[in-house]
């Protein structure tokens, strides 16, 4: 039995809006997933194939957490007078650890609905089966909407604000893995707004994912039966 403590960082944000979506100002790594540029991912891998592959082992989690580097905000603009609605103004985020990757077009559906709830497919949209709850390591959602007590109450004006959390979900599974990788995604989504009233930048500061684990031993059978269904799944996409 092996303790490990697995680490995942995620780089700050710089969002500048336009009518016709947005664009990331920083050159960390944000990439657009849709063509209205509207929803942004960050992507990267954990490498566990040292202990899979090797020793047959399989990686346990105990527990995950996050801790977060600086404050979320926003500044907007009002040429007209046509407020900023709240719906608007809401900043969503998910941050993911899966054992099976993900598609543009399935990470453009994870803004709606994270994965791990339900299996369905839609006109135009993949089949959602891989985002079950078991490959769903690590999984949390939070809706950022403008702070009251730091902006203003009408957006009629140009103005700025802090953001915090609407909605803060966890829907991690921390269910073991045999899988040689776990793909991790850091996801933001926001509204373009209207055309005389809208989000101008959006800051978005660096995050981090911990997770406490323990690498051990199971029985043949019942790593026998883990390694198949990874593989299984990690095949869907």
């Known amino acids: 039995m092996m303790d490990r403590v697995l680490t995942q960082e995620f780089p700050p944000a710089l ?14 790594g944000w990439l657009s997933v849709n063509a209205s540029n509207t929803i942004f991912k960050h992507e990267s891998t954990i490498d566990l194939g040292g202990y899979t592959r090797q020793d047959d082992l399989t990686v346990f989690f105990r527990s995950s957490f996050e801790q977060i580097g600086g404050p979320y905000a926003v500044t907007w603009l009002a040429t007209a007078a046509n407020p900023l ?8 985020e998910q941050l993911i650890v899966t054992s099976v990757p993900f598609t543009d077009i399935q990470l453009e559906l994870i803004m709606a609905y994270s994965p791990g709830f339900q ?6 949209i993949a089949d959602f089966k891989t985002g079950n709850r078991n490959t769903t390591i690590h999984g949390h959602r939070i809706d950022h909407a403008i702070s009251t007590t730091t902006g203003a109450t009408s957006f009629d004006d140009d103005g700025e604000a802090y953001l915090v959390p609407l909605l803060d979900d966890f829907y991690s599974s921390l269910d073991p893995t045999a899988a040689d990788t776990l793909y991790c995604y850091r996801l933001i989504g926001m509204s373009t707004g209207t055309q005389t009233t809208r989000l101008e930048f959006v800051t978005i500061p660096p995050r981090r ?6 690498v051990d031993k199971e029985s043949e059978l019942s790593y026998m039966m883990r390694l198949k269904r990874s593989y299984e799944l990690a095949n869907q996409v």
Request: no cysteine; net charge negative; hydrophobic share 45%.
């Open 15 to 28: 969002f500048r809006g336009a009518q016709l979506g947005f664009a990331e100002t920083l050159d960390t």
């Open 209 to 214: 994912i911990i997770m406490d684990t323990t």
């Open 119 to 124: 299996t369905f497919t839609a006109t135009g």
């Open 85 to 92: 609605s709240g719906f608007n103004a809401v900043v969503s």
